[in-house]
């Protein structure tokens, strides 16, 4: 999208304040880790075929503590061997999971797990990390792994291909790891994704990234449905509240498709960008000017992370143009109301072609 420097990122930005409650939240409590409830918990069977799946309490959370092995349409025993399912589960399309679930049980959101990661130790900053090759955390993942403090015991069950082929599995001598399902969408550059999580064998790090929901099938573990409905309520809304704002920002600004607007901005729109009137026709008018191909603009930046809270949600981004051709490291707060984008703030600062170190600014 090719607009101006002076308004660089019209989007929105997280401000010094909250920079400075993010840092501070980035230590580990190690007390309120020693002191987490770890414990068993009552057995589940599933009624529907008999299976019988042990479960343990994580803090106020009761996670199953093997992969699900439902045979529902759309599910494969790991290299297509029934005897793989005792020891892996069954690998599931993502489609066959409307059907696989038992009652009683859901499919734990992104937000979920984090919750599952915090209570592990793992600090806000390492929380907010996303990417295939990002590592997060420091020992998360050796703590769910066979063997591992928490009683969760995630075997490396491997995956299904698209073009049906199986690896990944403990037998795998390159690369023993597992991928499991998380129930969070995000509109990506190419359309709509899905999170995961991965384990790998020689990694103590908990990985989280998406990725498109079709063709491969991975592993499910399940989540049970302790939340009271105000909870739940809640937590839905936010995981909506990052959605519409994360496919406002890859719709209307990256690809520039102005005419979609009315879709994510309200009616009253505030503004704090000091460069941008406030309402959406202000907005509009800066795209409508900017863009050429409205829609089909290759994608201006990247969204690095995405952060929830109450009615504000918080985008981490790489603007890729402005200044070219390092671009500028952008975060941004968005307020939202009955499912509309009410406010924005924004900060940004250009990447430098020298650093004082070797971190990045992602």
């Known amino acids: 999208m090719n607009i101006k420097k002076s308004i660089k990122s019209i989007s929105v930005i997280l401000g010094v304040t909250m920079l400075t409650m993010v840092v501070a939240e980035n230590q580990p409590v190690e007390s309120a880790k020693d002191a987490l409830i770890i414990k068993q918990a009552e057995n589940f069977t599933d009624s529907r075929d008999g299976q019988v799946y042990p479960t343990v309490q994580i803090g106020n959370q009761v996670w ?10 759309g599910s494969f025993a790991y290299k297509n061997d029934e005897k793989n ?3 892996y589960g069954r690998l599931y399309l993502w489609d066959s999971l409307k059907t696989a ?19 592990l130790g793992m600090t806000a900053v390492e929380l907010a990390k996303s990417g ?3 590592e997060r955390g420091s020992d998360q993942g050796k703590q769910l792994k066979v063997g591992g403090r928490t009683m969760m015991d995630f075997p490396m069950a491997g995956f299904r291909r698209d073009d049906g082929k199986f690896e990944g599995g403990d037998d795998d001598k390159e690369r023993p790891r597992t991928y499991l399902w998380v129930n969070t969408k995000i509109q990506g550059a190419e359309g709509e994704e899905v999170f995961r999580r991965r384990l790998q064998k020689d990694s103590d790090k908990l990985y989280r990234f998406t990725n498109p929901t079709a063709g491969f099938a991975v592993s499910v573990r399940l989540l049970k449905d302790t939340q009271n409905a105000t909870d739940l309520k809640a937590q839905q809304q936010l995981e909506a509240n ?10 209307v600004l990256f690809r520039g498709d102005y005419n979609a607007m009315d879709k994510y901005i309200g009616d009253v729109y505030i503004q704090h960008n000091p460069q941008v009137a406030d309402g959406k026709k202000a907005l509009f008018d800066i795209l409508k000017q900017h863009v050429k191909n409205p829609g089909k603009e290759e994608p201006s930046g990247k969204i690095v992370r995405v952060i929830a809270e109450g009615d504000l949600v918080v985008l981490h981004v790489h603007n890729f143009k402005f200044p070219a051709p390092r671009g500028s490291a952008v975060v941004d707060i968005f307020r939202v109301k009955d499912g509309k984008i009410v406010e924005h703030w924004d900060v940004g600062q250009d990447i430098p072609e020298k650093m004082a170190h070797d971190n990045g600014m992602f």
Do not use: S
Request: aromatic share 14%; hydrophobic share 35%.
């Open 242 to 251: 990052k959605k519409l704002v994360v496919d406002f920002y890859n719709e």
């Open 101 to 119: 679930i038992p009652k009683g049980w859901h499919l734990a959101t992104d937000t979920e797990w984090q919750t599952l990661e915090k209570n």
């Open 132 to 134: 295939y090759e990002v």
């Open 64 to 73: 199953m503590t093997k992969n699900l092995a439902y045979k529902a349409k």
């Open 85 to 87: 399912v005792e020891k």
